[in-house]
């Protein structure tokens, strides 16, 4: 395992996205024993932001319109909010893993998983981008941004684990149950925020659903009309 | 000899009281042993209000779903069935704990009681917020998708009971074994008590009745018929109406069968386990 070292140079968003990259040992360190924790996670929010933010446009570019600012809004607030809700479960089941964990310096690392996340989405921008211009299929594009979303949250996790490992953690069982609810919530927060790659006459949603029940209703009926409709649901192939 | 929140004042060492519960969560147990072999007034109180803060937030979560207003009568509730089962089981436990060999005064009693009820009420309040937003997404009752909403919500929310009751019991029996006079002791005070607040717990719930709250059933504080029935006496007469035409020989061969099993098992342990001087040092 690397030393824990404070962050070199002065902080900001640079120095932090490159310590979350190549040495998290050293944010690790600012937020539990560090004099700059403060800044540190300020400079965590900024990159958090921007990576939401970018993923956010990337999938509000599908249907356009409204969903320009709407689907940037929905993605960052709903993640914060999901981080928050799941913040004093994180401290409970942390502590039952055996790690002895300062409530603001665990809430720092949360920020810090999240940010990572983020990173990683923004990175996939182009790529989400691309098919959003290529494709007409929700469905599609539904799968494609869960995969993206899964896949950056577990490499931000592994942010969290390792945090929490450097702190004391000794069993990992009471954590992976934590990050399996994070990401149901977070899955949850998407239906509840819907509609975020598609339109709708309401911003909000009047009629309350499970994701599960929701995204089953979703592309079936995305399903139905790839079939029925022809050239325009096509595009994504040609 | 003054404990560490004496030295904060009043206020000061209440909050101190509050924060270092948490602590006791971890494998080794934090101050635990301390807390349980020194209880002060500072304390108690601390695992009170962890106890009416923690449940009355999961409480208003398990409600919430049928209504507000419901989730508002839960979050009365169960931190009051959890302050009515440590009432009602106080002396008895006190008079088992020392009975069986614990050492353990009844002030220190209830202090450890107390703190079993604030681990299993820090899980289940630290939940709350995720239960909240769950119930607050979900189909509402009358809804469509209502229905299977309802049964997604009781089931969580009874693996969220679940995990919280077994993890609490699991963290706090090493420190009542370690601050037992004998491990052995310990553990036999842990399955008294546990065995006691299951007991009384499970009928008090029953009186307490409606938790989740039935779609189809009015929203009230208490039914109209708390008190006019016991726990195990709904539960006899749900497995007498799914028996119902099973012969009374056979519950006769059923109660003879298992009085056999409970024999053979207490033979089995007697056998296994027996109380020597080793069996009761501690590990």
Same mark, same amino acid.
């Given at each position: ?10 902080? $900001? ?20 024993? $560090? ?66 964990? @300062? ?90 925020? @819907? ?36 050239? @325009? ?6 | ?85 440590v009432v009602?089981n106080g002396l008895l436990n006190g008079l088992l704990a020392q009975l069986l060999?614990s050492?353990f005064g009844f002030r220190q009693t209830v202090q450890a009681q ?75 005070v842990?399955?008294a008590w546990?065995?006691g ?87």
């Amino acid at each position: 395992m690397e030393p824990l070292e404070p962050v070199p140079g002065p902080i $900001g968003p640079g120095s932090v996205v490159e310590a979350l990259l190549k040495k998290p040992g050293q944010v690790v360190y600012e937020l539990s024993a $560090g004099k700059s924790a403060g800044r540190v996670v300020a400079a965590i929010l900024v990159v958090a932001l921007a990576g939401l933010v970018a993923f956010g446009l990337a999938a509000g570019s599908f249907s356009g319109g409204v969903q320009w600012w709407a689907a940037p809004v929905k993605i960052t607030v709903g993640t914060l909010f999901a981080a928050l809700i799941c913040l004093p479960s994180l401290y409970i089941f942390v502590s039952l893993s055996g790690a002895n964990i @300062r409530f603001g310096a665990l809430a720092g690392l949360l920020a810090g998983t999240v940010a990572l996340s983020a990173l990683l989405l923004a990175g996939l921008t182009p790529v989400v981008w691309v098919f959003s211009q290529s494709t007409e299929s929700l469905g599609f594009m539904g799968t494609l941004m869960v995969l993206a979303w899964l896949t950056a949250l577990l490499a931000g996790l592994g942010f969290l684990r390792k945090g929490a490992r450097w702190m004391g953690l000794t069993r990992g069982f009471h954590l992976h149950l934590w990050t399996l609810m994070f990401l149901v919530v977070t899955l949850q927060m998407s239906c509840a925020l @819907r509609p975020i790659l598609g339109t709708s006459v309401d911003l909000l949603p009047k009629e309350k659903r499970f994701f599960l029940g929701h995204w089953a209703k979703v592309l079936g009926e995305s399903a139905q009309s790839d079939t029925e409709g022809g050239e @325009r649901s096509t595009r994504g192939v040609e | 000899m003054k404990s560490p929140e004496d030295e904060c004042g009043r206020v000061g060492g209440l909050v101190a009281a509050v924060l270092a519960l948490p602590g006791m969560l971890r494998p080794g147990g934090g101050e635990a042993g301390k807390w349980i072999e020194g209880p002060t007034w500072k304390r108690v109180v601390a695992c009170l209000v962890v106890v009416v803060m923690g449940a009355a937030a999961f409480g208003y979560s398990l409600g919430l779903w049928r209504a507000g207003l419901m989730g508002g009568y839960v979050a009365v509730k169960l931190p009051m069935l959890v302050m009515l089962t440590v009432v009602t089981n106080g002396l008895l436990n006190g008079l088992l704990a020392q009975l069986l060999g614990s050492g353990f005064g009844f002030r220190q009693t209830v202090q450890a009681q107390l703190m079993s009820f604030a681990l299993f009420a820090l899980i289940t309040g630290a939940l709350s917020p995720v239960t909240a937003a769950m119930a607050w997404c979900a189909p509402g009752p009358g809804e469509q998708g209502g229905q299977q909403a309802y049964q997604i919500i009781l089931l969580t929310q009874t693996l969220v009971i679940a995990y919280a009751g077994v993890t609490s019991c699991r963290r706090f029996l090493p420190l009542l074994e370690r601050a037992a006079e004998t491990a052995a002791a310990g553990r036999r005070v842990f399955f008294a008590w546990l065995a006691g607040n299951l007991f009384v717990g499970a009928q008090l719930s029953w009186n307490l009745r409606p938790f989740f709250g039935q779609p189809g059933r009015p929203v009230e504080f208490l039914r109209a018929d708390w008190n006019r029935s016991s726990f195990y006496e709904a539960i006899w007469r749900n497995v007498a109406s799914l028996a119902g035409g099973v012969d009374a020989g056979v519950w006769w061969a059923l109660v003879g069968f298992g009085g056999l099993v409970l024999a053979s098992l207490r033979n089995a342990r007697v056998t296994s386990f027996p109380l020597t001087e080793t069996d009761n040092e501690k590990p």
